[in-house]
């Protein structure tokens, strides 16, 4: 993808002036202050011009505004009513250059040369950095991503809001929480992770909280520390949050409210200074309306919602992270130097990466290991075209093999899968159920009885 500028000018002739100048940059075109902001906020562009007289409002009275978008936005000023005080004041209030009207188009290239040149040097030494240091590798060209991105700047800034990402298995919610953790105030403070579904409701919440010494059976005789304390003036990143049974859920209600916890067997409530960050691939409002997931923990953990889109609405991040990956694997398993060939750089550009970035990573690191040359090769990459790459008129996935059983992602009542499974079995065997029962490996009579308990 390439560089975006947005122009804010009411002049065409200017606008068409530096559409002109920057043939190989995308241009943006604004007239007035409203609708700058509604091209910020979609487009996110990379650097802004802007008049400072506008039909609706002064050029520096829209800085802050445009700011709020995205913190970090480069904006060069541009008038044709020049002064030593508005100059001062532009640089004052954080405008990256002030260039007086009318404006030489190679000083005007120079500037915004530099300055896209600056921020794609930034980004390269960041994520070298971030190599070295172990911090992790956030990477956003497409616009979808540099909102996120805008969004955890200026939720970083505020070091106690809570946090609730959402989006796909595999997009890298994780990333996100780090991301947000590394660049505020708690940074040189511990992050936390834990998975809430990969353990059982007693270790769960002995995990979190921590316990008391002799507070069951197997327990620790000098007792434990929780992950809320040990996150003490960090960040406690608590993914897959919607898996969190009920009875744990208003315990960290408690938390966010009280901020403080309660140890397992112990009577005493120990302050903590933590910022919260959940995440889920689970319809949350779903959840609630299911009863499966508390109302008011629901909006507790929704005050700063981010959705981080899946790989395949971002096409113009998927390069620039496989080169990120490349970079760090090739050395890695002893490939340093490998490239991608265009054909493999091709064939990722199309695939619908259902896995999303952890489906991108495992690819990579595939190729490499295949790959016969100093290239990845498409087929080195062997992407799995069976699963589902979009979804067809009926809501099921076109690629999806003849005879598969679709369980609904947010399933997990055994009960109803397993009536699912007979009555997709009784239909392929035509109600034939000596057929069926020896396609399930079951008796007949075992057979009947799940009929009569599918009501099938």
């Not at 940059?25 to 409203?34: G, K, R, Y």
């Not at 002893?334 to 054909?343: D, E, M, N, Q, V």
Request: charged content about 25%.
């Amino acid at each position: 993808m390439s560089d975006t500028i947005l122009v804010i000018d009411d002049e065409p002739a200017i606008r068409r002036a530096i559409v002109k100048a920057f043939p190989a940059v995308t241009v943006l075109q604004a007239e007035s202050v409203s609708e700058a902001l509604e091209r910020t906020q979609d487009g996110y562009p990379d650097v802004v011009l802007l008049d400072q007289q506008l039909p609706d409002g002064q050029g520096l009275e829209a800085v802050s505004r445009l700011r709020s978008i995205d913190p970090e936005l480069p904006i060069i000023l541009l008038t044709g009513h020049g002064s030593t005080d508005l100059a001062v004041e532009a640089l004052k209030i954080g405008v990256t250059d002030y260039i007086e009207k009318p404006f030489k188009i190679e000083r005007l290239r120079l500037t915004v040369g530099n300055i896209l040149e600056r921020q794609r040097l930034g980004r390269q030494v960041a994520r070298l950095s971030g190599v070295a240091a172990g911090r992790s590798q956030f990477i956003c060209v497409s616009p979808a991503m540099k909102r996120v991105s805008a969004l955890i700047k200026r939720v970083a800034a505020v070091p106690s809001t809570t946090v609730l990402i959402q989006g796909e298995s595999g997009v890298g919610k994780e990333l996100v929480a780090k991301a947000i953790h590394e660049r505020s105030s708690r940074s040189k403070a511990t992050f936390v992770a834990i998975n809430c579904a990969a353990l059982s409701e007693n270790l769960l919440e002995a995990e979190l909280f921590g316990y008391e010494r002799g507070a069951f059976t197997g327990a620790d005789a000098k007792g434990k520390l929780g992950l809320f304390q040990a996150a003490e003036g960090g960040t406690i990143f608590l993914d897959e949050v919607g898996e969190m049974p009920l009875n744990l859920q208003t315990k960290l209600l408690r938390v966010l409210q009280e901020r403080c916890v309660r140890r397992v067997g112990g009577l005493e409530d120990i302050p903590v200074d933590v910022r919260i960050v959940a995440a889920t691939n689970r319809d949350l409002r779903a959840e609630v309306v299911a009863g499966r997931f508390r109302n008011d923990l629901y909006y507790r953990l929704r005050v700063v919602p981010i959705m981080v889109p899946p790989l395949r609405e971002r096409v113009d991040d998927i390069l620039p992270i496989a080169e990120s990956l490349l970079g760090r694997l090739g050395p890695e398993l002893g490939r340093p130097g490998i490239a991608l060939s265009p054909a493999a750089q091709s064939a990722m550009q199309a695939y619908a990466w259902p896995g999303n970035v952890r489906e991108l990573a495992n690819a990579i690191e595939r190729g490499v290991i295949s790959a016969g040359g100093d290239a990845v090769e498409s087929e080195d990459l062997m992407l799995d075209e069976l699963l589902p790459s979009a979804e067809d008129e009926e809501g099921i996935g076109a690629a999806i093999p003849a005879g598969s059983i679709l369980i609904p992602a947010q399933e997990r009542n055994l009960a109803a899968i397993e009536r699912m499974i007979v009555q997709t079995v009784m239909e392929e065997c035509h109600g034939q159920k000596s057929r069926a029962a020896d396609m399930l490996g079951i008796n007949r009579t075992t057979l009947y009885n799940k009929l009569k308990d599918c009501d099938v």
